[in-house]
């Protein structure tokens, strides 16, 4: 392909996202915040004129041994409209692929969280890293192939200082990965701050 089909690929792609926009039809939303930035009351009421919606629920399930995460999952179940569906899944690839309508994932974070715990991260068992990549690419593949409206949540975990663990550095950087890879591959991209949203510009073509 020349750089010439090249720049023509690219621009009729943001052309079609900015029809799906105005249109109303956004396609594929990535919305990004911080920690009760309002990102989650902002992606449901993106999907709030769709009748039906699945809500993918990746994260860890509410316990007794943690009454304050429990509290936040019941805080975000009393929000949702009673005719939306919930699914709690880690496999979001498989998830999306069998959508037949609208999807609200909330949220990556939390997923990416739970993931590295299955493929054995926080051990740092041998192939971690080589299950981690599996799980992401199909997740990403899932993404980009479906053509339900898709809202995905997630932290934006760019903004803060270095963390100090093996851990929370393995974490921030897988997350902040995904998230970049995931808004290349989304029509339209929010940050919210404090409440406010924030329509990031598309990507200058090259």
């Given amino acids: 392909m020349t750089k010439l089909t090249q720049r023509f690929a690219a621009t009729l792609e943001v052309t079609a996202r900015l029809l799906r926009r105005y249109s109303g039809d956004e396609g594929k939303v990535l919305v990004l915040g911080g920690v009760r930035s309002g990102k989650s009351r902002h992606a449901e009421r993106l999907m709030s004129e769709h009748p039906e919606v699945v809500y993918v629920a990746p994260g860890y399930p509410?316990?007794?041994?943690?009454?304050?995460?429990?509290?936040?999952?019941?805080?975000?179940?009393?929000?949702?409209?009673a005719h939306w569906r919930t699914v709690e899944s880690t496999d979001l690839a498989a998830t999306v692929r069998k959508a037949t309508g609208p999807l609200l994932i909330d949220c990556l974070g939390v997923w990416v969280s739970r993931v590295l715990g299955e493929v054995g991260a926080w051990d740092q068992t041998d192939g971690w890293e080589l299950r981690l990549d599996e799980r992401l690419e199909d997740f990403l593949a899932?993404?980009?192939?479906?053509?339900?409206?898709?809202?995905?949540?997630?932290?934006?975990?760019?903004m803060g200082v270095v963390p100090a663990t093996m851990s929370g550095r393995v974490f921030r950087d897988v997350l902040g990965a995904l998230n970049g890879r995931v808004a290349a591959e989304s029509d339209s991209v929010q940050l919210v701050v404090a409440g406010r949203v924030l329509r990031l510009d598309e990507r200058a073509l090259l």
Avoid: C, F, L
Wanted: charged fraction near 25%; proline fraction near 8%.
């Fill in 142 to 158: 899932a993404w980009v192939s479906t053509r339900v409206p898709i809202v995905a949540v997630t932290n934006e975990v760019g």
């Fill in 62 to 81: 509410a316990t007794d041994d943690d009454p304050e995460w429990a509290a936040r999952i019941a805080q975000h179940q009393a929000r949702r409209p």
